[in-house]
């Protein structure tokens, strides 16, 4: 069993900065990727971005060049930095982890959400 539990949701002005953070822990032989998704009220829920335990990254077209995903693999901890942000970046955003609990099996966990408004 993984908990992920994310952190730095909140409210910012246009064009100001959040750092979302998401920690992994519980039962696990390691993790692998971990992801934002995001979800507006009456809108599916999307990926933001993702990165892999290695580092590589891919990212929504709506947040490139504004988010930055980055990953701390020692502390099973994933960020993701929203800067330029716009009201449209509202949403409740969610961290997503795959993780390996034995030889051959792999799950996927999802954060409890946090809420991210961007308002003047």
């Known amino acids: 069993q993984v908990q992920l539990v994310e952190s730095g949701g909140g409210l910012v002005q246009p064009g100001g900065s959040l750092r979302l953070s998401c920690a992994a822990s519980?039962?696990?032989?390691?993790?692998?990727?971990m992801g934002w998704y995001r979800q507006a009220p009456g809108k599916h829920r999307e990926l933001v971005a993702v990165?892999?335990?290695?580092?590589?990254?891919n990212y929504a077209d709506s947040v490139k060049d504004r988010f930055t995903i980055s990953r701390d693999n020692a502390a099973n901890t994933v960020y993701l930095q929203m800067n330029s942000l716009k009201p449209e970046d509202t949403a409740v955003y969610y961290c997503n982890a795959d993780a390996q609990n034995g030889p051959l099996t792999w799950s996927g966990s999802w954060g409890q959400g946090t809420q991210v408004t961007v308002s003047s």
């Open positions: 519980g039962s696990f032989l390691t993790i692998g990727a």
């Open positions: 990165i892999t335990k290695s580092g590589s990254t």
